[in-house]
């Protein structure tokens, strides 16, 4: 397969570095060999984006409609690039989550995993999180998309860590604003770095198909971009 020379390169690559990673800060305590495997999710491990059906399913088809035409000024200057894709998502968020009990969505979110999210996922994206996983890689989704359904989906489908979005909780309310900043472009290496320190220490694969994943692309060994089947950097 394409991706077996890849991984070769890579146990060259890391026996060389065995001394100097010795005095190296200590990787997470469950990570397993030095390979990582980071995948991004809304149409990378999905055909599709995952944010607006989640949504559509968290509050019913008429409150979801009614909502999207509450806020379409709003979206038409996000269409228009007058205003970050941050700040719409957030919008967003806020007009459909606000005061909800932190329970009440972490539920809808296990619930949205296990009865859509699985009919969204690639079967090659299957196959290739399967690959790793028979490889004993250590594998991590990392995504702009919310955690109160990536969490659970992650932990069904094998995955070791999960990287994404949360909103911001007061005494078990959900405001609806972003947790610190939208899990996209630059911040993705960032949330990547924090978890797992100098990232030049491990044999970093990243698959990923827009342009929030460029940087994360960039930042890794063997980009994947827009495919499974050879080294495509953004």
């Known amino acids: 397969m ?37 995948f991004d999710f809304d149409g990378t491990l999905t055909r599709r984006d995952s944010l607006l059906p989640f949504l559509h399913w968290a509050v019913g088809r008429f409150r979801f409609w009614w909502g999207i035409l509450v806020l379409s000024p709003m979206l038409l200057r996000y ?57 004993q890689h250590h594998l991590v989704i990392l995504s702009a998309s919310l955690e109160a359904y990536l969490r659970p989906l992650g932990e069904s489908m094998g995955f070791d860590h999960v990287i994404s979005t949360r909103l911001e909780v007061q005494w078990g309310i959900v405001s ?21 320190g100098d990232l030049s220490e491990y044999c970093l694969y990243a698959y990923g198909d827009s342009l929030g994943d460029r940087e994360l692309l960039n930042a890794a060994n063997y980009p994947y971009y827009r495919t499974f089947d050879h080294v495509s950097p953004f």
Not at 79 to 98: D, G, Q, T, V
């Open 79 to 135: 269409a228009l690039r007058l205003i970050p894709n941050w700040r719409a998502k957030e919008a967003m968020l806020s007009y459909f989550f606000a005061n909800w009990s932190e329970e009440r969505l972490d539920k809808v979110g296990q619930r949205f995993a296990v009865q859509v999210l699985p009919q969204l996922l690639r079967p090659e994206a299957l196959q290739r999180v399967r690959w790793h996983q028979e490889q």
């Open 2 to 38: 394409p991706f077996l020379p890849a991984l070769r390169l890579c146990d060259n690559q890391f026996n060389n570095q065995k001394l100097s990673m010795r005095h190296a800060s200590p990787p997470p305590a469950q990570l397993i060999g030095s390979v990582v495997a980071v």
């Open 176 to 196: 609806g604003r972003i947790l610190g900043k939208n899990c996209y472009g630059q911040e993705k290496v960032e949330r990547l770095k924090a978890y797992l």
